[in-house]
């Protein structure tokens, strides 16, 4: 369930979601150094980020397993970068529960193509 709404959020760029979805001393331990809050204020702007640089983004699950309160799931990113080229990625991303909102994330780059 977590995992999906945060794929559908990034898919949609729609956050009216955010707030009920991410705790207030939600963790991000890959952010971008620009981003300078917390939150889910932090995670709204990951995903305007996003979206901002990869036009007609699209995010899917490849895989997702859980364990107690962690998530963690293998996402394929694709989208159109600002000079219309192909960009696809593959992450693995965990995600860490605590009284149902999302807490902490860690995530890694597993590989990245441009054409």
Do not use: C
């Not at 899917?60 to 859980?66: F, K, Y």
């Amino acid at each position: 369930m977590f995992l999906e709404k945060v794929v559908d959020i990034f898919n949609t760029g729609d956050l009216s979601e955010v707030d009920n979805l991410f705790a207030d001393n939600y963790i991000d331990h890959q952010k971008p150094e620009y981003i300078k809050v917390d939150g889910a204020e932090e995670f709204k702007q990951v995903v305007t980020g996003a979206r901002k640089s990869l036009n007609n983004l699209h995010v899917s699950i490849i895989h997702q397993s859980s364990d107690d309160n962690m998530i963690t799931g293998r996402l394929n990113w694709k989208g159109l970068n600002a000079n219309g080229q192909n960009v696809e990625r593959e992450t693995t991303d965990t995600l860490r529960i605590e009284n149902n909102k999302v807490v902490e994330h860690w995530g890694v780059e597993e590989w990245s193509k441009t054409s």
